[in-house]
């Protein structure tokens, strides 16, 4: 009870700076949580074309249809493959006409039907990968009556880039952002010491251990972090809701990741305390 209630009195002690190393906290959490919502955003638009990404092989015309068989046994047997869908020179036109009617001069009746027959590789879900693709590709490559091999993965592997460039600029600015908030909370902490020093000499003197003396301490430094990632989640939902109705559509991050955000802001302040109250309380 003496560590909450000392705890919860160096807030009306000194307000300001308490406030500030809270904010800190907050504004460092709140740069990686407006990473966070990019990426987990980015996330599900990368999932969603990932599901779209299918190879397509396309056959020479005299290719045999034995061979066929063989190919889509073969191909249907990979693990990353959830089946193989033969595609005739006819289908490919009756397709053509139905998605392309502009075109329908081209592919009027009687005209010679100049698309390729082929097959079309479908991935299990949680194998569009760029090595699954690789591998189905791999595979196709070995059959001399494949004249083409087509997969949309170049630009997909241009959004991972993306994903990971973002995921490293959250590292490293929320790391700069929060060494910023220890410095203030330990600035705090040390100005606190250093005003209560008689009460702690005095505290030393009838057996307190440091042990007694830094829980005070520490639980403001955890309270402060605590304020930072509440003050950071309020400010990443009204990012969320400002992008939400004046620009785009966007998902809100998952509850896991809020959760995760107001554990980090508590345990940061804690430990920020627990390094500065180390330090400073040699000198008392």
Partial sequence: MYAVREGFAAFRRAPVLTGLSSAMVGLALFVVGLFGLAAYNLQLALTAIEERVEVVLYLRDDTRQSEIDLAVEELGGLAEVQGVRYISKRDALAQAREQLPEFGELFSEGSVNPLPQSLEVELRPGAHTSEAVRRVVETGTIYPFVEDIQYGQDWVDKLFVIRRIGAVSAAIMGGAFALVAALIIG??????????????????????????????????????????????????????????????????????????????????????????????????
């Fill in 187 to 284: 600035t705090a902490l040390r100005i606190a010491i250093f005003a209560r020093r008689e009460e702690i000499y005095v505290m030393r003197l009838v057996g307190a251990t440091n042990w007694f003396i830094r829980r005070p301490f520490l639980l403001e430094g955890a309270l402060a972090g605590m304020l930072g990632g509440l003050l950071a989640w309020l400010l990443t939902y009204l990012a969320y809701r400002a992008v939400y109705t004046w620009l785009f559509a966007i998902a809100w991050i998952p509850i896991a990741w809020v959760g995760i955000g107001l554990a980090s802001g508590t345990l940061f302040g804690a430990v920020a305390s627990g390094l500065s109250i180390r330090r400073h309380l040699r000198e008392v």
